[in-house]
């Protein structure tokens, strides 16, 4: 039995050398631990960028997808605008179109004056007289007051307002001095109604610069010449006149 028991149990010298090997095991454990580890965390590395790519592209799509959408949308509403311009533009030419069309029609409508030279004749409106006026005074008053405005002319409403007259007679009297070729009348288009402007044509001659002269009515007005004895040079007639005419128009202004 004593000699078994020798067998069995081992010498110090063994007792180190397995420790050692137990260590290495050990150390060799540990580092396929930590390639293992290492290994690992590469895989999971990768799995987490694979999937934050897929995310990432997802969010692109959905970010594309939402842009396509807006930008369909402001395409449809760019198109709905321009639509609505051009049917306003089309309403506009057919408005447009139907007062062209319009306009003729009352083209044919005859004024006041028109209907005037249908009823009356050439004596009456050359004849045409107003009560208690003098009409030469009153013609000279118009033709003042329009040559003013020069070839522009001047609408005959606005002379009837300042010479006081009515339509009727102031028509009537536009007729007359374009008879007699001193004025021209132009038909427009004034607010929606049709009248006219009245243009200077010739400035007729007054006989008040020649009224009271004395030479109407000199007895020796057969003899008179610059030259000769009797002249207007030294005509005391003719100074006397002058003197009042001048003292005349002084009180009037």
């Keep these: 039995m004593a000699q078994k028991k020798e067998k069995t149990t081992k010498s110090d010298s063994d007792v180190p050398n397995e420790k050692n090997d137990i260590a290495k095991k050990a150390i060799q454990l540990e580092n396929k631990i930590k390639k293992l580890k290492m290994e690992l965390e590469k895989k999971t590395t990768k799995k987490k960028k694979k999937a934050t790519a897929k995310k990432e592209e997802k969010k692109k799509k959905a970010t594309a997808k939402k842009e396509e959408k807006k930008k369909k949308a402001t395409t449809k509403k760019e198109e709905k605008k321009t639509t609505k311009k051009e049917e306003k533009k089309k309403k506009i030419t057919k408005k447009e179109e139907k007062k062209k069309k319009e306009e003729p029609k009352k083209e044919e409508k005859k004024t006041y004056e028109e209907e005037l030279e249908e009823q009356l004749s050439d004596e009456e409106i050359a004849s045409f007289q107003i009560e208690k006026m003098d009409m030469e005074k009153l013609t ?114």
């Design 140 to 253: 000279n008053k118009v033709c003042d007051i329009v040559a003013k405005y020069e070839k522009d002319g001047m609408l005959q409403s606005e002379l009837w307002k300042k010479l006081k007259l009515t339509s009727r007679d102031g028509s009537r009297l536009a007729l007359k001095l374009e008879r007699l070729g001193i004025i021209s009348r132009e038909k427009i288009l004034e607010k929606g109604r049709w009248t006219y402007k009245l243009i200077i044509k010739k400035t007729p001659v007054s006989t008040e610069s020649i009224e009271d002269a004395p030479c109407l009515t000199c007895p020796v007005e057969q003899k008179c010449s610059l030259e000769g004895e009797i002249s207007p040079r030294n005509c005391q007639l003719i100074e006397d006149w002058v003197i009042a005419s001048i003292s005349k128009s002084k009180k009037k202004a």
